[in-house]
């Protein structure tokens, strides 16, 4: 089945630093990604979409300044997050779909994000 | 927002079938009703989706109604290792392309030694 990978699975970092996630998907081609944003305790919120050759779409407020998201290949998504504060700590998820509108989204198993 | 309802928690016994139901009152006919879940610390998992008609696979079956308007997915029989947040989402439009899915808050289901 279609595998998503995400890297790395856990990062601690100091306050003011920027920090990169990765997504690929391993055995297929991804024109889009999602990136996801999930708190403790709550259910997964969409930051992004990640197109590939083109800009991210940003859901209503989520600043792209702070997470930049790069769609390089058909296979890699990037979120950077920049500067980070520690109110950034959080759990980041990434999703990818083979194709179309019926093929289900398969996820990374996400990305743990402590600001120190 | 999420197009689905689905009560917040439940509990099964081990090795007794787990019933989650899910309602989607407002759900299009071009629609399609997708379960996930996530255990604890990793990302959401793929279980089973379907339209009209019900659904199975290694993992679960997917009730639909006649209606569509709800959905019951079926783990038959419940393991220790079903403990999870289960995520039933209607996959919502946005033109063309891959499409995102749209998080309720799911039901923590714990399954019972």
């Known amino acids: 089945g279609a595998v998503v990978s995400q890297h790395p699975s856990r990062v601690i970092c100091k306050s003011g630093t920027s920090v990169k996630i990765e997504c690929r998907s391993l055995?297929?081609?991804?024109?889009?990604m999602f990136w996801y944003r999930q708190f403790p305790k709550k259910s997964l919120m969409l930051m992004a979409t990640?197109?590939?050759?083109?800009?991210?779409?940003?859901e209503q407020g989520v600043e792209k300044d702070k997470f930049l998201i790069n769609h390089a290949s058909l296979t890699l998504s990037t979120l950077t997050v920049t500067s980070a504060h520690p109110e950034d700590s959080s759990f980041y998820i990434c999703?990818?779909?083979?194709?179309?509108?019926?093929?289900?989204?398969?996820f990374g198993n996400g990305t743990r994000l402590t600001v120190t | 927002d999420a197009k689905t309802t689905q009560p917040p928690s439940m509990d099964c016994a081990e090795g007794r079938a787990a019933n989650l139901p899910c309602n989607h009152s407002?759900?299009?006919?071009?629609?399609?009703v997708y379960w996930y879940r996530q255990i604890h610390s990793q990302g959401p998992q793929y279980i089973i989706h379907?339209?009209?008609n019900n659904e199975t696979n290694e993992m679960a079956s997917l009730i639909i109604t006649e209606d569509r308007k709800s959905s019951t997915l079926i783990l038959p029989p419940a393991t220790l290792r079903d403990t999870a947040v289960y995520y039933c989402?209607?996959?919502?439009?946005?033109?063309?392309?891959?499409?995102?899915?749209?998080f309720g808050q799911g039901t923590r289901l714990t399954i019972n030694p």
């Open positions: 999703s990818a779909s083979p194709r179309d509108n019926t093929s289900p989204l398969h």
């Open positions: 055995d297929f081609q991804a024109t889009t």
């Open positions: 990640s197109n590939e050759g083109s800009k991210a779409t940003y």
């Open positions: 407002t759900i299009s006919g071009n629609e399609y």
């Open positions: 379907g339209l009209k």
């Open positions: 989402i209607v996959r919502v439009s946005r033109g063309r392309g891959a499409q995102n899915l749209v």
